[in-house]
């Protein structure tokens, strides 16, 4: 007799554990589900396709733009003005609004990249994603021009900002930029380390462009929602671990 006492409070136990993640309303029972839509980060390079991106202005993605294993390349060798022929700016399928955006990145020997957020794509208006999306710049400081210019060196970003600190690594070497944009607020972190923090939308924005390039531009660093955009500025450059959390 106790042991099937002790057997059916087993399977007493067993049913309430597989019914814990139920609510039941008089006869009806039905399954409560986390929401992870907001809290999960989705990868961005998935497949050789490239299925989450595309070209900016056109449909697909040319075929400068290798990856393999996981690794975007884009394979500069063949110039096309100042980019690459088969190559040119990709941007994200999907638009943005509020994100938390991974990426690793490897820069070649004087090359010049960029990570590109809130492009607006309208090719009628903007030749280029970097009329309309601030950009937080890839280099190697130490032989590229741009290198040399303040709020133009790795991390920064690009002609507005410069970061607080130097924690990039050279050319050739593996690195990690967030950006984190949410409600207005920005903030980027390279190698996991916070160097740059503003706001995005409010007077002092206003001014910081206004003092800059893209001044000549009227709808850059205003759009709200946009594209994630990654550069080619006729350099080699590599990029893994891509990744977007909607906040």
């Known amino acids: 007799m106790k042991k099937l006492a002790y057997l059916s409070i087993a399977i007493m136990a067993l049913a309430a554990c597989q019914s814990a993640d139920k609510k039941t309303a008089g006869d009806t029972t039905v399954e409560v589900k986390a929401d992870t839509t907001k809290t999960a980060f989705e990868p961005l390079l998935t497949d050789s396709t490239m299925s989450n991106w595309h070209t900016y202005g056109k449909t697909g993605v040319g075929k400068a733009w290798q990856l393999k294993g996981g690794v975007l390349h884009l394979d500069a060798s063949k110039k096309a003005d100042w980019q690459t022929n ?146 080619d500025h006729g350099a080699d450059v590599w990029f893994r671990n891509v990744e977007i959390k909607k906040l």
Do not use: C
């Not at 009628?124 to 309309?132: A, H, I, S, V």
């Not at 949410?182 to 206004?210: C, P, Q």
């Open 86 to 231: 088969g190559g040119g700016d990709i941007i994200t399928n999907e638009e943005y609004e509020n994100f938390d955006l991974k990426v690793e990145w490897k820069i070649s020997r004087a090359g010049n990249s960029g990570i590109m957020f809130y492009v607006h794509e309208d090719t009628t208006k903007y030749k280029y994603p970097w009329q309309t999306g601030p950009e937080t710049q890839i280099a190697d400081n130490k032989e590229n021009e741009d290198g040399k210019l303040i709020k133009h060196r790795a991390g920064d970003l690009y002609d507005l900002m410069s970061i607080s600190k130097e924690v990039v690594k050279p050319a050739g070497e593996w690195n990690k930029t967030e950006v984190i944009a949410n409600d207005g607020k920005l903030e980027i972190l390279v190698n996991d380390e916070k160097v740059l923090s503003t706001n995005m939308w409010d007077d002092n924005w206003k001014k910081m462009i206004a003092a800059s390039k893209f001044k000549e531009w009227p709808g850059f660093g205003t759009f709200k929602k946009g594209h994630i955009a990654l550069q």
